[in-house]
Antibody, heavy 121, light 106 residues
Framework: EVQLVESGGDFVQSGGSLRLSCAAS????????MNWVRQAPGKGLEWVSY????????YIADSVKGRFTISRDNAKNSLYLQMNSLRDEDTAVYYC??????????????WGQGTLVTVSS | SYELTQPLSVSVALGQTARITCGGY??????VHWYQQKPGQAPVLVIY???NRPSGIPERFSGSNSGNTATLIISRVQAGDEADFYC?????????FGGGTKLTVL
């Protein structure tokens, strides 16, 4: 069974940093691209970042470019999101999501349950 | 940047057919994916590449894509189908989501 478990969400002051983790199990992690998608309270879905299976390709949303960094450790079956210079508008539930086929344009076939990041000044 | 437009809400009577639209410029040239999100839960992929159902998704869920509009169709709607639905495409190295549609079952 595919499982994605996020952790690291917390309350942080504006300008602070946080590192999110996503532990993957139930599939061959190093053959799948992964993503972070967020959802502000009461709002819709917003894609944040994509990383290919080998980390050779990374895409990131303009809204977080220069502040957030996606990475992965295939030996640990883990995905990460380093978030710096956090702003109030980064407050959201952050989901990690798997892309099922790296050779097709990305979609998201499995999602974790999310971890809440709250940024306040 | 590419934009996807969804109605804020759609209401349908129990047992009838719901149609949720997703508008975008020449969206027929894109692969459109659809997600269902129930309150307090993570999204679930219900349709991929316009009209394909992942395993475990009921046949009542189908999709189409033509011109500037993609459509998610839910037949024989059940109370348990009430949820927010999002369409998604990939554009210029970015995933784009529609704003979401709240489906209410009457």
């Amino acid at each position: 069974e595919v499982q994605l478990v996020e952790s690291g969400g917390d309350f942080v002051q504006s300008g602070g940093s946080l590192r999110l983790s996503c532990a993957a199990s139930g599939f061959t992690f190093d053959t799948y691209a992964m993503n972070w998608v967020r959802q502000a309270p009461g709002k819709g879905l917003e894609w944040v970042s994509y990383i290919s299976s080998s980390s050779s390709t990374i895409y990131i949303a303009d809204s977080v470019k220069g502040r957030f960094t996606i990475s992965r450790d295939n030996a640990k079956n883990s995905l990460y999101l380093q978030m710096n210079s956090l702003r109030d508008e980064d407050t959201a539930v952050y989901y990690c999501a798997r892309t099922p086929n790296e050779y097709q344009l990305p979609r998201f076939d499995y999602w974790g349950q999310g971890t809440l990041v709250t940024v306040s000044s | 940047s590419y934009e996807l437009t969804q109605p804020l809400s759609v209401s349908v009577a129990l047992g009838q057919t719901a149609r949720i639209t997703c508008g975008g410029y020449e969206i027929v040239t894109r692969n459109v994916h659809w997600y269902q999100q129930k309150p307090g839960q993570a999204p679930v992929l219900v349709i991929y590449r316009d009209s394909n159902r992942p395993s475990g998704i009921p046949e009542r869920f189908s999709g189409s894509n033509s011109g500037n509009t993609a459509t998610l169709i839910i037949s024989r709607v059940q109370a348990g189908d009430e949820a927010d639905f999002y369409c998604q495409v990939w554009d210029s190295n970015t995933a784009v989501f529609g704003g979401g549609t709240k489906l209410t079952v009457l």
